[in-house]
């Protein structure tokens, strides 16, 4: 049995064949070192303090030293072990009936066990050749066992001098010798049988020690033997050798030459892909240049047509305007200049809106509800929904999802718009917008209504083309599924429409959820990565290395422009790798940036790292500005804790 702690483990001196038995003595004294001072609780719970517990104590402390004690007194401590339990408890038994008579009968019994418990403890710490000691042990418990009430009528301490009288009293001495017999013969036949079993055991190990020596002087001669065949195995292989070399050099050369022409067929089929990619890659960047030459050449076109009427109708009054001798005149084309001013103004609106389309302008994805969004709608409709308008609205079966606000705003609008504008002056207008959240989490806008309808027939092809109009009788620029349209395919979707002539048109559209919502990374530098996160609706700032000015201040206007845009009511930053700010720093974004965020909605804050000592004053100043403006800060050892304290934000709102 390996011995492995260094404490426990016997000194030098102890011989090997009591190793074991000194090393148990001493992980059972630890043992009974607690046990003792258990007991000790256990008296004082029972019967209170009394000074006869220091001896207690004594033991525990005894027991706690035995392991010192054996490295040198190794026979000193193992007898200590056996024996201390017995006389204590014989002692404690003594005193405690001397200081409290008649406290209890139970202490002419507890004390017994103990001793006849302490049997089976010589021969556990004794090999079977101390078989002198074992019995010496054994014997001086029996003694103790066998003269516990003569000890106790000595002192004047017995049963029945205590005043208790039960009949069959000193049938516990019997009761206890025989327990101790049995247990000891038990013990010792165990002792002994092991004993043997061991000795057979060491015999048998010298036995297979001796085999193993005897191999050893086999295996040698052995090596001896196989050097010889080595030596005369090599003047074989030397003589093949020359042989061969003749051959292994024509077989070197037609080896190259097959992995020359391996290579060549990889290089050849690599070479291959990459054309293939290659081209791919070229085909779809032709691709992507007619469509955007298309584009561009309908943008030009548009410009060209819409601008036209407008701007001569400024030039032409303008120009009247020089010439008009009365003010009603000229108050007149100011009216009409003014007019067409504003038509100017709103087609350079709608080109402005397509092309922050094509400029992917809104990247990030938040997370909104419909209903806030159609209040807004409704409010920009204003006049245009009356009263006599049925519009039903469903948002049950998917009352939020995670897309751009801007587009999903403008695709509702214009579809409503569109089905207020070409209503069927014959029916009462009727509205009906639903969504769903499908199982793949994609979501189902549809939005149907009983206007005039458009002839799929003949128009299917032009629905969403920019400035196509399907009914002149309506004032209209044709610009309205032209956006929705866009903004569909730019958000990754599908969309459906069904229609008839007089009765009606059912838009439908399908938006997938998109990726990485919770990291929507839209500012990246060598200094700083700057990411939404949907899920919580925060912008987070990662500082990566110590900054520069230009560095600190370009990530700031990007946080600031992120908050303009989103309104995020949380910023979490972590400034663990960010450097020191220098004071100028700190000082503009204190009077620039914060209150700047603040107006754009930011209600509180989660610094990871700026609880560092090296950043005392950047805190003392977030703190106070934050303060003053009523933000909410909170500072974090790491960016997990920071996020969850953001969620609860999360939560509590919905």
């Known amino acids: 049995m390996p011995i492995q702690s260094s404490f426990y483990r016997p000194a030098a001196a102890v011989p090997a064949e009591l190793s074991r038995s000194v090393f148990i003595t001493n992980i059972l004294s630890s043992l009974f070192a607690g046990i003792t001072a258990l007991l000790l609780f256990i008296i004082i719970a029972f019967f209170r303090w009394a000074d006869i517990l220091y001896s207690v104590v004594a033991v525990a402390l005894i027991f706690a030293a035995l392991p010192v004690l054996n490295k040198r007194l190794f026979h000193i401590g193992r007898y200590l072990f056996c024996l201390i339990p017995v006389y204590v408890a014989l002692g404690i038994s003594l005193y405690w009936k001397y200081k409290a008579p008649m406290q209890s009968a139970i202490t002419y019994f507890d004390v017994r066990y103990v001793?006849?418990?302490?049997?089976?403890?010589?021969?556990?710490?004794?090999?079977?050749?101390?078989?002198?000691?074992?019995?010496?042990?054994?014997?001086?418990?029996l003694l103790c066992l066998a003269l516990f009430d003569p000890i106790h009528n000595l002192f004047g301490l017995g049963y029945y001098q205590q005043g208790y009288s039960g009949r069959s009293y000193y049938y516990i001495n019997a009761i206890t010798v025989i327990s101790f017999l049995e247990l000891a013969l038990g013990i010792i036949v165990l002792k002994i049988i092991t004993g043997r079993a061991e000795t057979e055991v060491n015999k048998t190990?010298?036995?297979?020690?001796?085999?193993?020596?005897?191999?050893?002087?086999?295996?040698?001669?052995?090596?001896?033997?196989?050097?010889?065949?080595?030596?005369?195995?090599?003047?074989?292989?030397?003589?093949?050798?020359?042989?061969?070399?003749?051959?292994?050099?024509?077989?070197?050369?037609?080896?190259l030459i097959s992995v020359q022409q391996e290579k060549l067929v990889v290089a050849n089929k690599e070479l291959e892909k990459q054309v293939q990619e290659k081209t791919i890659d070229l085909t779809t960047a032709n691709e992507e240049l007619i469509k955007h030459n298309n584009e561009l050449r309908q943008f030009s076109y548009t410009v060209s047509h819409n601008l036209r009427a407008p701007v001569a109708r400024l030039l032409g009054l303008t120009d009247l305007f020089g010439k008009a001798e009365l003010n009603k005149e000229r108050e007149a084309m100011a009216v009409l200049i003014q007019r067409s001013g504003q038509e100017l103004d709103e087609i350079l609106k709608d080109l402005h809106q397509i092309i922050d389309l094509r400029n992917d302008l809104y990247r990030v994805h938040e997370k909104f509800a419909f209903a806030d969004e159609w209040q807004k709608i409704t409010f920009a409709l204003g006049d245009q929904i009356r009263p006599a308008y049925r519009i039903s609205i469903d948002f049950a079966q998917g009352p939020v999802i995670y897309s751009i606000r801007a587009m999903i705003h403008s695709i509702l609008y214009n579809l409503v718009s569109n089905a207020i504008k070409y209503r069927n002056p014959e029916k009462e207008l009727t509205i009906d917008i639903r969504t769903e959240t499908l199982v793949d989490q994609c979501t189902v806008i549809t939005v149907k209504d009983n206007g005039l309808g458009i002839n799929l027939e003949t128009q299917r092809d032009n629905i969403f083309k920019l400035y196509r109009r399907f009914h002149s009788h309506v004032e209209g620029k044709g610009l309205g599924l032209y956006l929705v349209k866009s903004q569909v395919d730019t958000l990754g979707g599908a969309i459906e429409v069904a229609s008839e002539v007089n009765r009606g048109t059912t838009f439908t559209i399908k938006l997938p959820h998109p990726p990485n919502i919770s990291k929507q990374v839209f500012f990246e530098s060598d200094a700083a990565q700057i990411y939404f996160d949907a899920e919580i609706n925060n912008t987070v700032i990662l500082w990566k290395k110590s900054i520069t000015v230009e560095e600190y201040r370009k990530a700031f206007d990007a946080v600031l422009h992120s908050l303009k845009t989103y309104h995020s009511p949380g910023c979490i930053t972590d400034m663990r790798q960010q450097g020191l700010v220098p004071p100028e720093e700190q000082q503009w974004l204190f009077t620039t940036i914060i209150p700047e965020a603040v107006r754009y909605g930011l209600k509180r804050i989660a610094a990871v790292g700026l609880a560092d000592p090296i950043r005392q004053s950047y805190l003392e100043g977030i703190q106070a500005k934050s303060q003053l403006l009523g933000v909410e800060l909170r500072v974090f050892d790491g960016l997990e804790d920071a996020v969850s304290w953001m969620e609860k934000f999360v939560k509590h709102s919905t």
Do not use: D, H
């Open 115 to 141: 001793m006849l418990a302490s049997t089976i403890l010589p021969a556990v710490v004794f090999t079977i050749k101390e078989k002198w000691k074992i019995v010496g042990c054994m014997g001086s418990i």
């Open 205 to 255: 190990l010298i036995e297979l020690n001796a085999s193993n020596r005897q191999l050893v002087v086999k295996n040698e001669e052995l090596v001896k033997l196989n050097e010889f065949m080595v030596r005369q195995s090599e003047e074989l292989i030397q003589q093949k050798k020359e042989i061969q070399e003749s051959r292994e050099l024509i077989a070197e050369a037609n080896l």
